[in-house]
């Protein structure tokens, strides 16, 4: 540990100079009993402490924090942050400078004292005025793999890309809606670390890599959302999938109620994806168990534990990639039976960015202006070279999600009607030509707009949210 001799403010008006920062460090260490080391630009306190046996803690026990004051550090932060539980290790990002970068990593030594240290130090104000940002911390091991041949199945898949990629775990492949024989054109591939899936994205992501003569699109699957055991325990929701797109909602509910009569509250079903809602938990459960890999007008069934979404979210916070049905989501359209909102959203960690970290809160669109100067150079490029988050508008990002699964274009077809007051009322209906089939030509939500680009942006929400 050595820390330039610098003068630092402490926060309160005060310069604080590089002798004593090194004093109040050597004081924790010395108060503690754990130890420090600096690092590829970072300062690891800990990991393990003092007295620590066995394997590290298990994945969820870490939890990212923003927003730091650059001239604080671990004499001041550690304290904070043992206010949750034990800390198995602290690691503050630094500059060379000797600042720090403004956020840190603190790994605790269970899940529930990372979701406590979440609950009472998110938006804490650390110095008058500032406030930190804390939220989970999760490695992510899965790579999102699209433009697969559709006619490819799991096994050879997951034989290619242990070929061409190291710590290969697994390969999730959904088939395709209209086609159980196909899948839907990509794959989630898991590996066996984050290190290892990040090196398997380092060798695909140029876009020239092909297999079996396509080129494939790479990116990192949004990891999914980590829901407390508390929360879980309440749920009575199953979700259902790899249903036909002819299966109704009374043929689900009628199968789920032969197992108990009577125990389903109702269903609700989205192309080949549906959410069970029974009277009690315990039913739910044993349900779950009975009905999973169950066959349903000739497709076997997956059935898991729906995960509630943030109730406070957006849509927005749902286009970061690709969208995938797995959790009951209150927000978007009105469930005509019982008057919640009800939609389907992905389950993930959806949150703005500090310091190219995640961290807590609804994600703001950048609006912001640079000043255009004389002979700046500009570079052409196409919409669909940018990523998905550089979009605020949902057609836009519609128009982006089709082209990066190399479907057709979205078709908008406009819609009117009069109200009981003499408004012209508008809706959009959209055709995705390249998923089209018989039982599932478009898509149109449940409400009418009063203006054309209300109606359009309506739309292409409602389509990405059932994709």
Known sequence: MHEENKAAPN????????????????ALIEKTGYSMVQENGQRKFGGPPPGWEGPPPPRGCEVFVGKIPRDMYEDELVPVFERAGKIYEFRLMMEFSGENRGYAFVMYTTKEE????????????????????????????????????????????????????????????????????????????????????????????PGTFQLWGHTIQVDWADPEKEVDEETMQRVKVLYVRNLMISTTEDTIKA???????????????????????????????????????????????????????????????????????????????????????????????????LNGQQSPGPPEVERCTYPFFPGIKLTPISMYSLKSSHFSSAAMHLDYFCNKNNWAPPEYYLYSTTS??????????????????????????????????GAKELAAQFTLLHL
């Not at 005060?14 to 050597?26: D, F, H, M, P, Y």
């Open 11 to 26: 926060g309160c008006g005060k310069i604080r100079s590089g002798t004593q920062n090194e004093a109040a460090l050597l």
């Open 114 to 205: 990372a979701q406590l240290a979440i609950k009472i130090l998110n938006n804490y104000e650390i110095r008058p005025g500032k406030f930190i940002g804390v939220c989970v911390s999760l490695d992510n091991c899965r790579l999102f793999i699209g433009a697969i041949p559709k006619e490819k199945k799991k096994e050879e898949i997951l034989n290619e890309m242990k070929k061409v990629t190291e710590g290969v775990v697994d390969v999730i492949v959904y088939p395709n809606a209209a086609d159980k024989t196909k899948n839907r054109g990509f794959a989630f591939v898991e590996y066996e670390s984050h290190r290892a899936a990040a090196m398997a994205r380092r060798r695909l992501i």
């Open 255 to 353: 199968e789920f109620n032969k197992f108990k009569p009577g125990i389903v509250e109702r269903v609700k079903k989205l192309r080949d994806y549906a959410f069970v809602h029974f009277f009690h938990r315990d039913d739910a459960i044993a349900a779950m168990s009975v009905m999973n890999g169950k066959c349903i007008d000739g497709a076997s069934i997956e059935v898991t534990l729906a995960k509630p979404v943030n109730k406070e979210g957006t849509w927005k916070q749902h286009f970061n990639g690709q969208i995938s049905p797995g959790s009951e989501n209150l927000l978007g359209f009105p469930n005509k039976e019982d008057g919640h909102q009800k939609s389907l959203g992905r389950p993930a960690n959806f949150s703005v960015r």
């Open 420 to 453: 009981q007051d003499g408004k012209v009322l508008l809706v959009y209906k959209v055709l995705i030509p390249s998923i089209a089939d018989g039982s599932q030509s478009y898509f149109m939500p449940d409400k009418l707009c009063t203006t054309v680009e």
